[in-house]
């Protein structure tokens, strides 16, 4: 008992604190967790989260579960798998248009493009303000200003991705191995010469890794903008979950997950094969 | 001695001329090789463009109008003389937000959702994730399903759940904090199994050999060496979650995406703005406070 007293009394004298918690750290922790305690279920009353209200709703949400079985495409197979592949669509284009006005964005931003500490932080703070706001936010006020179809989907997803790809191109940039430009110079390249061949070779592919891994997220937005009116799978989802058709709905989610699985691994191993 | 010279001096020049070619050959193919996957994205683009019938749609002769009183309507009319106010002159900063006290009640309503979603969603993840790591479920079959649990959770769009949660649960933020909790759970699952499937297992065998049980060798192996790196994600998820709470509110699942909603239905475009702007200021604040947490956390660790 002793002997195990002075093994403590030693590993305190090392460490104090490692073994003996002491009572205010141990008061100190006690009230951290009853003031988030008391925040959490506070905020659980104001959303009026009971559990009168959940058990009720897990009763119609077994039964919406159940009218989910069995999946069917309810006779439009074609007219599903167009919605789909219109989706990918409204995702690639929307990538593409992010990436065009991300590079200068991105260019401007990079701290070895531009040397001017103002340009690039003013730039990079206004990239950040909007890099919060979500692509379905977007997608609600372009569909008021442009009107239905695949078109505000497409500069929704484009107006979300571009602060986003602009970070990450003008990161890129940044980490770009200065030696082979400085060897380029050394070896007489103009400027051009060494932007060609010590910069370039460097950034294409991560930045094409970026934008796949771009395309893959943006699959999914794609699918999230439809529901607004901006066309794709999320339009035709929409409808059917407004009328109840839970057997279809379950059959486009079904379709739509393997879909996306397969995007996914395709741009995974690209992505891999890229850097 | 001269020959012999002369016979290196040739099959030096025979070996340039090899490597010369080779180089060709290889460059050659790598063009190629550029050439055919340029074709295929072209393929793929024009392919995009016709399916999406963004060529084919009707954009009559008048859309710069359109789109110039679009943000005419956007921008509120802020007159300078009369900028603070009160609500009802015309042209106040005011009268442009002029429903600013409902509108921070439905932004709170939507951070409680953030965090909620964001504090369940993650306890979930973390009961569930033990069973997903390799290193700590040796059952294959458990592991596999609780995996592509996760990666279904994830893949669902938020918004479709929402749908649903609504029509079960009837519109609101209940529906909103279920489908946070969900998604979270999917997304903060497989970050966090993959956090303890590079955990350090000695701890977890020195306390398995003064014969801790499976919980013990949980919490005092696995957890203190990962608890900052998971708590790291957590408070990154709660910054995606607000947006994500934001956007839900657009299809009735509460907060101020309700709001937003209601501005466009009511063509109030420069109200959607005043709301917009709002939101990008709490996420921004918020982005700060949650930035300076993680790093302290992460500082913790080093």
Redesign the interface.
Known sequence: MSAEAALIARAEAILPGAVIIRLERRIKTALAVAAFLI??VA??Y????SWD??GG??V??G??LGAMWPPTSGGELPRLL?AL??T???A??GT?LAALVAIPLGLAAARNIVPNPAIHFAIRRFM???R??????WA??LV???GL???P??LAIAFSDIPRLGKLFAEALENVDARQQDSLRATGSSTSGVFRFGVVPQLLPVWLSQCLYYLEQNF?AA??VG??GA?GI?FE??ER?RI?A?DE?AFI?LM??IV??IVDFGSERLRAHLT | MKDSAASTGTSSLNRVAAIESEWRQTIRKSRLQTFAWMILVSIILLGSVELSAVGKSSVDAGWIDRIASFVDRLIPDLRADALFAGRQVDGSLASWFYDLPRWLEAMRETVAMAFVGTVVGGLMALGLSFQAAANLNRNAFLRHTVRRGFDAARTIPDVILALIFAAAFSLGAVAGVLTIIITTMGSLGKLFSECMENAEMNQVDAIEGVGGNRLLQLRFGILPQLLPQILSYWLLRMEINLSVAAALGIVGAGGIGMELERAISFTEFDTYLAILILIVFCIFVIDLVSEQLRHRLIGLTQ
């Open positions: 925040v959490f905020c659980c104001d959303l009026g989260l209200v959940l709703g897990l119609k949400m039964t919406i167009l592949v219109q990918l669509a409204i690639v284009l593409l950040d303000l909007f919060g706001i979500p692509v379905l936010v609600l006020i008021a200003a442009v179809g695949p078109i989907g497409i999914r699918a999230v529901v607004v066309g999320g989802l929409e979950i109840f839970f709905v989610t739509y997950i996306v699985g």
